[in-house]
DNA sequence: CTGTGTGCAAACTCTTTGCATAAGT
DNA sequence: ACTTATGCAAAGAGTTTGCACACAG
């Protein structure tokens, strides 16, 4: 069983979230350890089932666009329509693993970062998603 | 009317990709300008109505996957789910307009294609795909 | 108390498969 | 000829909306 903590229920208070019951048990889940985590919704309501408690499928997806909204999270869409959610916000690139759809970090420096175009004039960078896709060697 | 050239022809036998009617239309359309495109499955349907053919939905998703996998187009998934199918070949990264949905390429010098992460051991880059979305600077 | 914000059922969209059929060799 | 490859209808997955209800203020 996920503790809800007061941690829990004041992160989403400062971000300006309701903490309901959903709410509260998904945040408890996503940030129960120290690392970081990739979830696509449907992880997540593997793990809710886990914890015996049950919540609809569309309710995880509101919840975590509303996460991604008020700053919590972070979306990343992949080929094939797979959506992960990430809880690491700090500039950085991803591996994609097409054997077994597993998603992990790329730390990359500040000079890699500055090292990306910059906007056309008159428009400003929303974000940027690098997703290097690997595979098995042949 | 668009005009199915030879070169068309070739251009999908080479591919080992057979040369049939829809995918004559396809490629013609996709290939009969110079410059390079992007296109969902959708434009696509909408260009082959306004040339008065019809060819059903799923045979251009089809046919768009099929060029792809022969190495004639490349793909693109955005937030949102949206896939664009791509001409241009050559290494590059994307800037996406929030706005209005419209992408378009970046050029890229080859010293910052390699300054991107390289593959972990055991690995290799299957494909790198760097989204850059803008919007308004407000 | 009361109005905003929420949670979920149902609807929708985009995409893929399975099979009769047509096209290429 | 004839067998593989194709094109499309129908099914499937993933995601979003609309509305009754609950909760915070």
Request: aromatic content about 8%; charged content about 25%.
């Given at each position: 069983?996920?503790?809800?903590?007061?941690?829990?229920?004041?992160?989403?208070?400062?971000?300006?979230?309701?903490?309901?019951?959903?709410?509260?048990?998904?945040?408890?889940?996503?940030?129960?350890?120290?690392?970081?985590?990739?979830?696509?919704?449907?992880?997540?309501?593997?793990?809710?089932?886990?914890?015996?408690?049950?919540?609809?499928?569309?309710?995880?997806?509101?919840?975590?666009?509303?996460?991604?909204?008020?700053?919590?999270?972070?979306?990343?869409?992949?080929?094939?329509?797979?959506?992960?959610?990430?809880?690491?916000?700090?500039p950085?690139?991803?591996?994609?693993?097409?054997?077994?759809?597993?998603?992990?970090?790329?730390a990359i420096s500040p000079k890699q970062w500055h090292s990306?175009?910059?906007?056309?004039?008159?428009?400003?960078?929303?974000?940027?998603?690098?997703?290097?896709?690997?595979?098995?060697?042949?």
């Amino acid at each position: 069983m996920v503790q809800v903590t007061l941690q829990t229920q004041s992160k989403l208070s400062a971000a300006g979230v309701r903490p309901t019951r959903q709410r509260l048990l998904i945040a408890a889940l996503l940030w129960k350890g120290n690392e970081c985590r990739h979830v696509t919704p449907e992880d997540m309501r593997r793990e809710i089932q886990q914890e015996g408690e049950d919540v609809a499928l569309a309710t995880i997806y509101n919840t975590l666009h509303q996460f991604t909204k008020a700053g919590l999270l972070r979306e990343i869409v992949l080929a094939g329509g797979r959506t992960y959610f990430d809880t690491n916000l700090s500039p950085h690139f991803h591996y994609y693993y097409e054997e077994n759809g597993h998603l992990e970090d790329v730390a990359i420096s500040p000079k890699q970062w500055h090292s990306l175009p910059s906007a056309p004039p008159g428009t400003e960078v929303k974000g940027v998603d690098v997703v290097i896709r690997v595979g098995e060697r042949k």
